[in-house]
């Protein structure tokens, strides 16, 4: 079975600071990782994925996410937030070649300006 | 492309009335979900249809809810009769591959159901 883990429910950061959110999965097999991101009142969408290759992968609004395989994380960072940044951001994880994919708890992102 | 398209938006309905939403995927995607998204949790899915065959529904309340896919096409979702606690967000998504290759969903905007 897969599971992902976010630790973090919300996550205050000031304007133009760094921030990182935070996601463990749990698999038996080779997984694939995704980060969506949902703005109030609206649907999810995918803000980057790893399916294989290079474990730094990046989103074009400067979000970027490591594959940590030794870990089992998939942490989201963005070096300098913006207030259209503030949202909701889920991790999910993919397994088995089964296609459905776990979502995690989701962590609120406040960006103050 | 066009986009998920999903039907209603929202709807508020009272407990033990019955409800139905309606889904098209993005055109040519074999691969159609249904999730629930309650407030304050990750989205959790309910079925999965490959074409017009379910794949997946072990998580759905089969007492109470049930989901079609006649075509291979557009779905829908029923509950009869609604609970409380089926208020949510009903997200559907569709993925074009089939087999092994995966590359992630496409949401629509989701239907808002409040039970009263």
């Known amino acids: 079975a897969q599971s992902v883990t976010q630790l973090d429910s919300q996550v205050p950061v000031f304007e133009e600071a760094p921030v990182e959110l935070r996601c463990n999965y749990s698999s038996s097999v080779s997984v694939y990782l995704f980060w969506y991101v949902q703005y109030p009142n609206q649907g999810l969408q995918l803000l980057l994925k790893?399916?294989?290759?290079?474990?730094l992968v990046e989103s074009i609004n400067g979000f970027e996410a490591e594959f940590n395989k030794s870990q089992t994380s998939f942490h989201l960072r963005k070096p300098s937030v913006h207030i259209s940044d503030t949202a909701e951001y889920f991790c999910a994880v993919s397994s088995g070649g089964y296609q459905k994919v776990t979502f995690g708890t989701g962590t609120k992102l406040q960006v103050i300006p | 492309e066009a986009g998920v398209a999903q039907s209603p938006r929202y709807k508020i309905i009272e407990k033990r009335q019955s409800v139905a939403f309606w889904c098209n995927p993005i055109s040519g995607h074999a691969t159609l979900y249904w999730y629930q998204q309650i407030l304050g949790q990750g989205p959790k899915l309910l079925i999965q249809?490959?074409?017009?065959?379910?794949?997946?529904d072990s998580q759905l309340p089969k007492d109470r809810f049930s989901a079609e896919r006649l075509k291979g096409v557009d779905s829908t979702l029923k509950i009869q009769p609604a609970k409380l606690e089926d208020s949510a967000v009903y997200l559907c998504a569709s993925s074009p591959g089939t087999g092994k290759m995966f590359f992630g969903y496409t949401f629509g905007s989701g239907t808002r159901l409040t039970v009263v």
């Open positions: 790893y399916l294989s290759g290079s474990t």
């Open positions: 249809f490959q074409n017009n065959g379910v794949v997946d």
